[in-house]
């Protein structure tokens, strides 16, 4: 392709909102365009790369047997009913509903299990037909509340999503684990680094879950990893030891003490520098919802542990759970913020505890009067000590379960996402099959997902320098890009063509720099467009001699042109 026929153009100011390098760069380089909040053009470069990576799905879906369809993206409110999802979905924020022309509820699809459930009903209804697994590659949309990042968070966005559907759990098991290579396979052939870790399964339900994240510092999310061990979860996930509790404290009478404006275990410690972190303990307040209710519920946790949310969310099988405000608090403490605690909260409060907690006494903790706390306290004489549960965040320094490991925390973005939902949605939606036995059972079913946009954003997080993007040569949009110096030169214009048709009737994809631009701004989009191998044709045309380059850097060579195809063409078959 020549650039001088494409409407290519790049930037050199990035948007003022690219927060992540890959957001900056695709920008810069004309990969996307911005509509509105979340929702992105992909422009002819981009697209290319798109394409690529759902080859690359499609292709590692086919070869384990799966099957591709495309189900619709707008749904009815009624399978949604159906699944008991439309509540959770519509109070989450997440799903676009809305009426049609003639007042039913529809819906655009955030994720596909009512759709793909009610195709097979009725199509699956032997356990010969039994294991089968569908997949599809299509646009989805979802109301995230802050998309950004370009299109790693995106509002409208690409997926693929497969279901399998199985006779029992053992082949659910099964089935879940062919997809879990055929996940390895693909991120591995896409050219990335990446750690599958244990995974929290959300909205979606279900028993296992693992999620697939490449490996990035700019990653939005946090995991747990053990190098000793090989132990890997997202920290909403991971359990963990914890540091031992403090030695039995001295056993004197609780007494109340005046803390003003100790609002914080930092401005405590000042006020009480021999009382150490692990024997104060804190007491959170949260507004929690369920569909048909709302309550407050304090849960403790000692003071050099974080909370982990979404373990509690799950504990309380509800639909939200976030910090109370200031007037809530107020309601339920009688204090300002900053001074809850567990002794004289209004009634009707349940009270919870992270298991942090056990084996604290002679503690500090909120009095729930303002500028106050409690000192010396002890479970069992002055309050029975609430019950207790994981609602732990990982930390660093942590040790495995086993005690065999030390946990360090990482960052990765989640590119993919496997769940054994088990018969969450089949018994929902009433599917049935004959078993061997003649007997009707209810199939077990798995999902996984794949995030094809977000995929190709975090190739340019996890491959690129100040000057621009670095595709991995299998989801790069072209393969080699040939700089001719001169767009003015014969010579050069004819070695550039002969090069081009050669190597693109050979299936290797060429962008040709042909425009009338100075050699300077040439290198420079061809740095920011990071195709990985470069070609430049100049002064020794004549002599029938190139410069090569790959993106990745190392050394310019001048060498014969008919090698300069050579060494494309096995970088190109390397990946095939
Ligand atoms: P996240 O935790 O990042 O919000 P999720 O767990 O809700 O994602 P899944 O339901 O597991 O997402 O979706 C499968 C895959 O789709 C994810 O692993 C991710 O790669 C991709 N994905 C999810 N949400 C988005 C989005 N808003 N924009 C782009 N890709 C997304
Ligand atoms: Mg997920």
Not at 40 to 59: A, D, N, S, T
Not at 402 to 420: A, C, P, S, W, Y
Request: aromatic letters at 8%; a negative charge; one cysteine or more.
């Amino acid at each position: 392709m020549r650039i001088s026929q494409t409407l290519f153009s790049t930037l050199r100011e990035e948007p003022a909102d690219a927060e992540v390098r890959s957001h900056a760069l695709m920008a810069r380089a004309g990969f996307l365009e911005k509509l509105a909040a979340g929702i992105y053009i992909y422009g002819p470069l981009l697209w290319r790369v798109l394409r690529k990576i759902e080859q690359i799905v499609r292709e590692e879906h086919d070869r384990a047997g799966c099957q591709e369809l495309l189900l619709p993206a707008l749904q009815p409110r009624e399978i949604w009913e159906e699944s008991g999802r439309w509540d959770r979905y519509v109070t989450d924020g997440i799903l676009y509903h809305f009426q049609d022309g003639r007042g039913r509820d529809v819906c655009l699809g955030p994720t596909h299990e009512e759709v793909v459930t009610t195709f097979v009903k009725g199509r699956i209804t032997s356990h010969k037909q039994m294991p089968v697994t569908l997949y599809q590659i299509q646009t989805k949309f979802r109301d995230e509340i802050r998309p950004r990042f370009g299109l790693m968070r995106g509002r409208e966005f690409i997926m693929k999503d497969a279901y399998s559907f199985d006779v029992d759990q053992e082949a659910m098991a099964k089935s879940y684990e062919t997809m879990r290579e055929v996940y390895r396979r693909i991120f591995t052939r896409c050219g990335l680094r990446f750690t599958p870790v244990q995974a929290d399964s959300g909205a979606i339900g279900g028993a296992g879950s693992e999620e697939f994240m490449v490996d990035a510092e700019t990653g939005e999310d946090a995991i747990a990893i053990s190098r000793e061990t090989g132990y890997a979860a997202n920290v909403e996930k991971a359990v963990t030891r914890i540091p031992a509790p403090p030695e039995p404290a001295e056993k004197v009478d609780m007494h109340k003490e005046p803390t003003p404006d100790a609002k914080t275990c930092t401005a405590l410690q000042e006020q009480f520098p021999s009382l150490p972190l692990t024997r104060m303990l804190k007491t959170l307040l949260y507004k929690v919802t369920w569909t048909d209710r709302d309550a407050t519920v304090a849960v403790m946790a000692r003071g050099d542990r974080e909370l982990n949310e979404v373990k509690l969310l799950n504990h309380l099988n509800a639909l939200n759970v976030e910090l109370a405000d200031e007037k809530l608090v107020r309601q339920v403490t009688g204090a300002a913020v900053g001074f809850a605690g567990p002794i004289g909260l209004q009634d009707g409060v349940q009270l919870i505890a992270d298991r942090s907690i056990e084996g604290v006494d002679g503690f500090l903790c909120g009095g729930n009067e303002t500028d106050t706390h409690y000192l010396d306290v002890w479970f069992g004489r002055d309050l029975e000590q609430p019950p207790t549960f994981d609602f732990g965040l990982a930390q660093a320094g942590d040790s495995t379960e086993d005690g065999e490991g030390t946990i360090e925390i990482t960052r990765g973005i989640e590119v993919g996402h496997i769940f054994q939902l088990g018969t969450k949605y089949s018994e929902a939606m009433n599917l049935r099959f004959q078993g061997e036995d003649g007997k009707q059972h209810v199939p077990f079913m798995g999902c996984y997902g794949i995030g094809v946009s977000r995929t190709a954003a975090s190739a340019i997080e996890q491959n690129h320098d100040d000057k621009g993007m670095i595709w991995p040569i299998a989801i790069a949009p072209y393969h080699v890009v040939l700089i001719q110096m001169r767009s003015d030169d014969e010579t050069q214009t004819a070695l550039a063509q002969s090069m081009h048709d050669e190597l693109t009737s050979g299936g290797v994809e060429v962008l040709w720099d042909d425009r009338k631009a100075g050699p300077g701004a040439k290198f420079k989009d061809a740095d920011l467009v990071g195709i990985p191998l470069r070609v430049v044709i100049g002064r020794d045309a004549g002599d029938d001699k190139v410069e090569w380059q790959q993106r990745t850097g190392g050394e310019t060579e001048v060498i014969a042109s008919g090698e300069a195809l050579e060494r494309v063409r096995a970088a190109v078959a390397a990946v095939r």
